[in-house]
């Protein structure tokens, strides 16, 4: 079966107590389990990871493709905008990728709307919630052509 990887960047660990205001009430649990349900009736395995370290990030994107990974789905949250690293890693790691994120980060404070990775996605869906991740994700299932 063909396999997406969900990459959760920092701080997405404490979603569901975090700035509700912006990002809702939904967990990063919440997030995965739609997100393994979605995977199990299209049959693609998934793997869902967080982190809130950069060279971590870099890490795993780097060895996605020895990992026979087929599409990565990342939400780089704050890094989005900061990291030249994860945006040379995307770029370099021969997998396609999708960018999402829970908000619309063209609506919020400058600072937030570049992104440093977006330039080297396949592309980019914000601003939906939950449902950036399940059309980021039907993205990725789509690039893969399944
Ligand atoms: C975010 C937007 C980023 O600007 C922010 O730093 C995050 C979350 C989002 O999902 O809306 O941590 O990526």
Same mark, same amino acid.
């Not at 400058?110 to 996605?121: G, M, Y």
């Not at 939950?130 to 980021?136: E, N, P, V």
């Given at each position: 079966?063909?396999?997406?990887?969900?990459?959760?960047?920092?701080?997405?660990?404490?979603?569901?107590?975090?700035?509700?205001?912006?990002?809702?009430?939904?967990?990063?649990?919440?997030?995965?389990?739609?997100?393994?349900?979605?995977?199990?009736?299209?049959?693609?395995?998934?793997?869902?990871?967080?982190?809130?370290?950069?060279?971590? +990030?870099? =890490?795993?994107?780097?060895?996605?493709?020895?990992?026979? #990974?087929? *599409?990565? @789905?990342? !939400?780089?949250? /704050?890094?989005?905008?900061?990291?030249?690293? +994860?945006? =040379?890693?995307?770029?370099?790691?021969?997998?396609?990728? #999708?960018? *999402?994120? @829970?908000? !619309?980060?063209? /609506?919020?404070?400058?600072?937030?709307?570049?992104?440093?990775?977006?330039?080297?996605?396949?592309?980019?869906?914000?601003?939906?919630?939950?449902?950036?991740?399940?059309?980021?994700?039907?993205?990725?299932?789509?690039?893969?052509?399944?």
């Amino acid at each position: 079966m063909p396999k997406i990887l969900v990459i959760h960047g920092p701080n997405l660990n404490l979603l569901g107590t975090r700035e509700v205001n912006i990002y809702g009430d939904i967990t990063i649990s919440e997030i995965n389990k739609e997100l393994k349900k979605m995977a199990k009736k299209r049959k693609v395995d998934i793997e869902t990871i967080q982190s809130n370290h950069e060279g971590e +990030i870099v =890490d795993i994107i780097g060895k996605a493709n020895s990992k026979k #990974v087929d *599409a990565i @789905l990342i !939400n780089p949250a /704050a890094y989005t905008h900061t990291s030249v690293a +994860i945006r =040379d890693a995307v770029s370099a790691c021969g997998v396609p990728v #999708v960018e *999402a994120h @829970l908000s !619309n980060i063209y /609506a919020r404070e400058e600072f937030r709307h570049t992104s440093l990775v977006a330039p080297v996605a396949k592309g980019q869906i914000c601003g939906f919630g939950l449902m950036s991740y399940i059309l980021g994700f039907e993205a990725a299932i789509n690039l893969i052509g399944k």
